[in-house]
């Protein structure tokens, strides 16, 4: 979702979403419960999209749980949870936060890390929390959603979602399968509020 890639409708992004959620809560499903299989590499990357369109992760496999993963700088810096930096081994906490961070690529139109035109680094959950804390919400939102008249409503609940997801503590982030029922939920935002 960098800078310099298209620019993807709305309902593509959100679809993205809503496969990928489902295709991580898979992930964490399948482990069972004396196997707890965490993805650890969630990121824009590893997300392809089906015929229709919808997100399909990728990168999956059993070295996460056989050998450590490389160190913390060897991973996707953007994506990685902020108690990655004390453990190597992913958990399904840090899986919810690289999602999370997912989101608000998917709803910034920006990378995890990127630079402004003054070559600052800009960290993106640490921006979106800044914005959002002055109330300055719209601020967050790629202009190209901006320009799509009525969808406001489900780019805040997403919004909501996301920083849910990029919690700092790993106890205070909602489990995956929460974090699919609330994505698929975001369509029927104007319904419920309709009537």
């Known amino acids: 979702m960098g800078e310099s890639r298209p620019s993807l409708d709305w309902d593509t992004r959100l679809r993205i979403a809503v496969g990928a959620a489902r295709g991580v809560a898979r992930v964490h499903a399948e482990a069972g419960p004396k196997l707890l299989l965490a ?3 969630i990121k824009s990357t590893n997300i392809f999209l089906n015929s229709k369109h919808y997100g399909c992760i ?13 160190p913390p700088v060897a991973r996707a810096a953007g994506y990685r949870a902020p108690e990655m930096s004390d453990t190597r081994k992913p958990t399904h906490p840090s899986d919810v936060y690289s999602f999370g961070v997912l989101l608000l690529e998917l709803l910034t139109g920006k990378s995890p890390v990127h630079a402004t035109a003054g070559d600052e680094i800009v960290h993106l959950v640490r921006w979106v929390h800044s914005v959002v ?3 300055w919400t719209a601020e967050v939102f790629d202009v190209q ?21 990029v919690a700092r503590t790993p106890n205070q982030r909602p489990k995956m399968v929460e974090v699919v ?10 319904k419920r509020q309709s009537s």
């Open 145 to 165: 959603l901006l320009r799509v008249p009525g969808i406001e409503e489900e780019m805040v609940e997403m919004l909501r979602i996301a920083l849910s997801c």
């Open 58 to 70: 990728s990168d999956v496999g059993l070295s996460s749980i056989t050998t450590p993963l490389g």
């Open 133 to 135: 804390r002055e109330e």
């Open 39 to 41: 993805h650890g590499n």
């Open 181 to 190: 029922k609330m994505v698929e939920n975001i369509r029927h935002l104007e």
